[in-house]
């Protein structure tokens, strides 16, 4: 980003900056306001439900002290002990319900008319108009007594059946004592209301009937709108519902208009007493934009001066960030021409501030990198020519060290041998033809040990190439074990080799040959009894050779320099243990590299050696590195 862009940016944003806090100071005022109107609502909320418990508990004291007097409890008992007189009274009491339920309303079964004239009847009826009167509206829709076999023994309006015990409300208070239906629609008293369930008992406690009244809900709309017509700060919408979320009544401010965004909070009943509630809950719904319109407008107003004040800002912004851009162009220009490689030059810009100090460094330090590079170059000159002398004398010192020893021990044994037929000659006796094999066998070592250090040199010189073709495991498994085998001993070492059918592969045949060979002759010099075992398999991508013996193994030192050209390893385990120059080593991993693939070597002093290899079926053209070389000691 240009410095005239971040000059201009950060001028601008002291403008900015203002506006953002102004903002975020509106929108904390808008959540504390929000919070402030919410909690407000819950407890105006709250206190309507507390006044709704009140009234409900209070209709349901009011119900109890109607019901719990002694001529109650009298005519309850009567009726209990008729019940209990009579035999067949479950059989009675199907067939009054059967007469009962099918009797049209307004001609109900002879039973019905019975308990609707009996004196306890009458009596109930006349509490329930005092307390219409006293309220100035039916408060209970309907009341009637059940004995404890769950019939009717007095009502002031015929009910649906005349068998109670079946229903959930008189079981339930049977058994608690005091039950509280939910808001529905009752039939027979033909009006939305509330069941409030009463048990009976007599004085020690056991229960005698229970009384069922209906409590007309038109108080509990009343509360509401009583609370709806006293709120005069915001206009609101009040919701009461049942448990299960259904609508019990609705009620709005007479301010109140309809709309989509509001601001809504909800509080649930907590009861009254002993009495738990009914599980109801108040939603109160305010317009969230007569709600938060002081918030707003001052959110525009905040936003109208910071874009007054930006503009300004911008302006000097641009001034003062020209004449800046101005000079540090001229920086630039310097300072490309450093990095171009043009040491020494110099940067003309003027003044005694920081941008004239910054050109007055540049230009010094130009003149120092000009002359420090000029000291490099020759230093690093000088030291080139050194390492190149270090290296040339390394690598001399160890291939003369090499050649030293595994040439001239040959030579000094062909020499004594030469020396011993000779004379044996000039003195006629017939030389032993032990001595021409020794003299072969040092001159085959001495060409194998020329021969590896050519092909190790063409391979690290990267002349070498790769030839590919298909290879015929099995085939060149038979051929190898027969060129090895004239080096084992067939009575005391067996030399066997396994190859899947499947296994194939594509790849230079001589290099496979070679290291097949290789791996094979090592097993064999230092495997004195035992067994020698090559086995191929095969994979989804790859070919696997694992090469066995059963000889002397090796100690974790020399696994540690396995494959390492020009390492002797002399030392180990046996007289001749690993004797000769690393190199046939090193050109199977070569080989292996070539084609893609990686050894494993597993050794222990007395327990023989494993390779495992792995080489792709087709090895890529291009190789990047050298291969995997693993190797791990076995427990001894």
């Not at 903002?23 to 439900?49: F, S």
């Not at 219409?132 to 309907?142: C, K, N, W, Y």
Request: with cysteine.
């Amino acid at each position: 980003m240009r410095i005239t862009t971040r000059l201009t940016i950060l001028v601008s944003s002291l403008a900015i900056v203002p506006w953002a806090l102004g903002l975020y100071t509106a929108k904390l005022t808008r959540r504390a306001l929000g919070e402030q109107i919410t909690g407000a609502a819950e407890h105006q909320a709250g206190a309507i439900l507390d006044e709704l418990d009140r009234c409900v508990h209070g209709r349901a004291s009011e119900l109890a002290i109607l019901l719990e007097t002694d001529y109650v409890r009298r005519v309850l008992a009567g009726a209990n002990d008729a019940g209990l007189e009579r035999p067949d009274r479950e059989a009675w009491i199907d067939r009054v319900d059967a007469s009962w339920c099918s009797a049209p309303p307004d001609a109900p079964c002879t039973e019905a008319v019975r308990l609707l004239e009996s004196e306890l009847s009458c009596a109930l009826r006349q509490q329930l108009d005092r307390v219409t009167e006293q309220h100035g509206f039916p408060v209970f829709g309907e009341l009637f007594i059940t004995n404890r076999f769950g019939v009717p023994i007095a009502l002031t309006g015929v009910t649906s059946d005349f068998r109670q015990n079946d229903e959930e409300w008189w079981t339930r208070t049977w058994s608690e004592g005091l039950y509280f239906g939910d808001v529905a629609f009752d039939q027979s008293a033909q009006m939305h209301a509330v069941e409030i369930c009463l048990r009976i008992d007599d004085d020690h406690g056991n229960p005698l009937g229970v009384a069922k009244a209906v409590l007309n809900i038109l108080e509990v709309k009343r509360i509401v709108d009583a609370r709806l017509s006293r709120s005069s700060e915001l206009p609101m919408r009040l919701e009461l519902l049942t448990r299960e979320g259904a609508t019990i009544h609705k009620g709005q401010s007479a301010s109140w208009e309809p709309t989509d965004d509001v601001l809504t909070s909800t509080a649930a009943e907590r009861g009254h007493g002993a009495f738990s509630g009914l599980g109801w809950s108040l939603v109160v719904h305010h317009d969230s934009e007569r709600v938060f319109a002081p918030v707003v407008a001052l959110t525009r107003t905040i936003g109208a001066v910071s874009i007054v004040v930006a503009l300004v800002s911008l302006g000097a912004g641009l001034a003062i960030a020209g004449g800046v851009a101005t000079r540090l162009r001229a920086l630039r220009t310097t300072t490309a021409l450093i990095g171009a490689g043009k040491l020494g030059a110099q940067a003309h810009v003027g003044g005694e501030d920081e941008v004239g100090a910054l050109a007055r460094a540049i230009n010094s330090m130009s003149t120092d990198l000009a002359d420090a590079e000029a000291a490099r170059v020759e230093a690093g000159r000088v030291e080139a020519e050194r390492d190149h002398l270090r290296e040339a004398v390394v690598a001399h010192q160890r291939v003369l060290g090499v050649l030293g020893h595994e040439v001239r021990t040959p030579l000094a044994a062909v020499r004594m041998t030469a020396e011993f037929l000779v004379r044996s000659c000039a003195t006629g006796d017939t030389p032993d033809s032990g001595f021409l094999q020794s003299i072969v066998d040092e001159v085959v070592r001495l060409s194998e040990t020329v021969n590896n250090m050519l092909e190790a040199a063409r391979i690290e010189s990267g002349i070498a190439r790769w030839n590919r073709e298909a290879i015929d495991m099995g085939e060149l498994a038979r051929e190898v074990t027969r060129v090895v085998g004239r080096l084992v001993d067939d009575e005391r070492v067996s030399l066997d080799y396994d190859v899947e059918p499947e296994a194939d592969m594509e790849g230079d045949r001589d290099a496979i040959r070679r290291l097949l060979i290789n791996l094979l002759s090592n097993a064999a010099k230092h495997t004195n009894e035992g067994s020698i075992t090559l086995r191929v398999t095969s994979e989804p991508e790859a070919i696997r050779i694992v090469i066995t013996d059963t000889g002397c193994g090796m100690p974790p030192s020399i696994l540690q320099e396995l494959g390492e050209p020009f390492r002797l390893n002399r030392g180990g385990v046996g007289a001749d243990f690993a004797s000769g120059a690393g190199l046939g080593l090193a050109i199977c991993k070569q080989i292996i590299a070539a084609h893609d693939g990686a050894m494993e070597v597993r050794s222990a002093v007395g327990q023989g050696s494993t390779f495992d290899i792995r080489l792709a079926r087709t090895p890529r053209p291009d190789r990047d590195g050298d291969p995997a070389w693993g190797m791990q000691e076995e427990a001894a």
